[in-house]
């Protein structure tokens, strides 16, 4: 069964330092998504992407992220400049149809020390 | 008022026993009803999937929707052990790209 992979599973870096997070979406799939889950609280949309630019992002997506589909699977998230409280799981998602289920990948837990 | 709103738990049943587990929500424009279970440290994964009002079952698991109340449930039968985790409702709003809302979680132990 196809499913959506993230890479790392677990990166750990300075605060202030550029983290690159990896995506790759379901193959036949065209629209794409990051959320993010701080430890105990909900999981929070951050930007959705499609036909190669971002259709919505929420107020947490400020100029210190950005996202990415450097090639036909890749999916990327940027955090330029990495805060303490940027200390979440992140996850993607990617759904074939806008209406559809969307599948989520396992995440990629960042520590911002 | 949150958009979505879900007990967040715990909630400790014994194995065998029947799970009730619910979110509300304010806003009557979401269309689209999911229930996700989450494992520690896991995505999310797709349980249910509906659209209107009424029932859906598939297996152990019941899925109810309650437009009207604004209330959806899910209903798991013969509850084990191996259901222990975070269960994740979230709902689209038809806008935008139909991101998903998401209810806060409610953590579910099923004892042996």
């Known amino acids: 069964e196809p499913e959506v992979t993230q890479t790392p599973s677990h990166q750990v870096t300075q605060m202030g330092q550029e983290v690159i997070l990896r995506c790759v979406p379901i193959s036949n799939h065209l629209y794409f998504y990051w959320y993010r889950q701080i430890l105990g609280q909900k999981v929070e949309f951050l930007v959705s992407f499609y036909n190669n630019e971002i259709s919505e992002k929420s107020e947490i997506f400020d100029d210190q992220f950005s996202v990415e589909r450097p090639d036909g699977s890749n999916f990327t998230l940027k955090i330029r400049s990495t805060k303490l409280e940027d200390s979440a799981m992140y996850f993607c998602a990617s759904t074939g149809e806008v209406t559809d289920t969307q599948y989520f990948g396992p995440g990629t837990r960042l520590t911002v020390l | ?112």
């Open chain 2, 1 to 112: 008022q949150k958009e979505v709103e879900q007990d967040p738990g715990p909630l400790s049943v014994p194995e065998g026993a029947i799970v009730s587990l619910n979110c509300t929500y304010s806003n009557s424009a979401f269309q689209y009803f999911m229930w996700y279970r989450q494992y520690s440290r896991k995505g999310p994964e797709l349980l249910m999937y509906t659209y209107s009002s009424g029932n859906k079952e598939d297996g152990r698991f019941t899925a109810q929707v309650d437009k009207s109340s604004k209330y959806i449930s899910l209903f798991i039968r013969d509850s084990q052990p191996s259901d222990s985790a975070t269960y994740l409702c979230a709902m689209i709003r038809p806008s935008g790209t139909y991101k998903y809302i998401f209810g806060t979680g409610t953590r579910l132990k099923v004892l042996a």
